[in-house]
């Protein structure tokens, strides 16, 4: 067992070594690294001890929760780093900014509810929705983000392997599950059936968010038996909210514009 000597009267020295010591046998790394700073600040303001010591003790849970969301995030699984604050909402007046700010509160996760981006390709629906779950984790929620084809197969496989239990109880324990294309590619009736179950175990108990490019009359193509379209869209919008992200592709007008204004210029 490791302990400190206590003395009175410690050199300048001594204390900042016996800090540092004490902060590792306590893992407080923020502490550790930023107490000196702390400490000059706290001098040429003339901060009380209690005042220090709140400093110093904020400043390590402030590091910690960050760390936290840090950790949330990356385990999310999102392919790159989208924010809400990046998001251009003048090129896309389909989405209002006051709704996406009222989800940004979470509330809807809290309550299970679902959440449906649909639109085409380039209007800013995989944004919205890598957006939104970097905000659930951020503020505590556990988050995964996957394509819907992955998701497929990684459940086929688990069929396969005798896993199927275990890999739907996994998905079912997140807070929010964030599903991207949808309806990009048919998906056969054992794959439909599967993706069923998540969507069943998750119902009215954790939130899925999902992004397709497919308005729910389309999903025939993705899911051809009709009852399995139909079972899949009930659980997809119950109580949830669907947003429109249209059809002029924000990526396509962007390219436009590059391109169009060295023309104008020649």
Same mark, same amino acid.
């Given at each position: 067992m490791t302990t400190l000597p206590r003395q009175r009267n410690l050199t300048e020295q001594a204390a900042t070594t016996a800090i540092d010591t004490a902060c590792r046998l306590l893992r407080l790394p923020s502490i550790r690294n930023e107490f000196a700073e702390i400490?000059?600040?706290?001098?040429?303001d003339q901060m009380t001890y209690r005042g220090f010591l709140a400093e110093l003790l904020m400043t390590e849970c402030d590091d910690r929760a960050r760390r936290r969301s840090e950790r949330r995030i990356k385990a999310a699984g999102f392919p790159r780093d989208e924010s809400l604050r990046t998001f251009d909402f003048d090129a896309n007046p389909n989405i209002d900014p006051a709704v996406i700010n009222t989800l940004a509160s979470c509330e809807w996760i809290k309550k299970s509810q679902p959440l449906c981006l649909i639109g085409?390709?380039?209007?800013?629906?995989?944004?919205?929705?890598?957006?939104?779950?970097?905000?659930?984790?951020?503020?505590?929620?556990?988050v995964r983000y996957t394509f819907a084809t992955k998701l497929v197969n990684e459940l086929v496989?688990?069929? %396969?392997?005798?896993? #199927?239990?275990? =890999?739907? @109880? *996994?998905y079912g324990r997140v807070d929010l599950l964030c599903i991207d294309e949808l309806g990009y590619m048919e998906l056969d009736r054992h794959g439909a059936e599967l993706l069923l179950q998540v969507l069943t175990e998750r119902e009215e108990k954790n939130s899925v968010a999902i992004a397709s490019n497919e308005s729910f009359g389309g999903w025939t193509k993705t899911f051809t038996d009709p009852r399995l379209c139909a079972a899949i869209v009930d659980r997809?919008?119950?109580?949830?909210?669907?947003?429109?992200?249209?059809? %002029?592709?924000?990526? #396509?007008?962007? =390219?436009? @514009? *590059?391109?169009?204004?060295?023309?104008?210029?020649?």
């Open positions: 400490a000059d600040r706290a001098a040429k085409d390709s380039g209007t800013g629906k995989s944004h919205m929705l890598i957006a939104l779950g970097a905000e659930a984790a951020m503020q505590g929620y556990r496989e688990a069929a %396969d392997e005798k896993q #199927l239990n275990k =890999t739907i @109880a *996994r997809l919008t119950f109580n949830g909210t669907i947003i429109e992200t249209g059809t %002029d592709s924000y990526r #396509l007008a962007s =390219t436009r @514009a *590059r391109t169009e204004a060295p023309a104008k210029a020649d």
